[in-house]
């Protein structure tokens, strides 16, 4: 099983163990999803503060490592 990089737009979900890379090479792994009030909250690499995830701010540049 190899890992390859697909831009996560394109990809469009999130799931616990997914790696995300920004355009600086910047690493995160979701460590825990959620929602609040219908928005998804993403943890990243066990930070207790999450994220709140907006698909239509989502920049095409950032890409998923997906497992193939």
Request: cysteine-free; glycine content about 8%; proline content about 9%.
């Amino acid at each position: 099983m190899t890992n390859n990089l697909k831009p996560l737009y394109e990809l469009g979900y999130l799931e616990k163990g997914m790696t995300i890379i920004d355009p600086n090479g910047k690493r995160a792994t979701i460590t825990k999803l959620g929602s609040m009030e219908g928005m998804p909250l993403v943890h990243f690499n066990d930070d207790p503060n999450p994220v709140m995830w907006d698909w239509d701010r989502l920049i095409p540049d950032v890409m998923a490592e997906v497992a193939e």
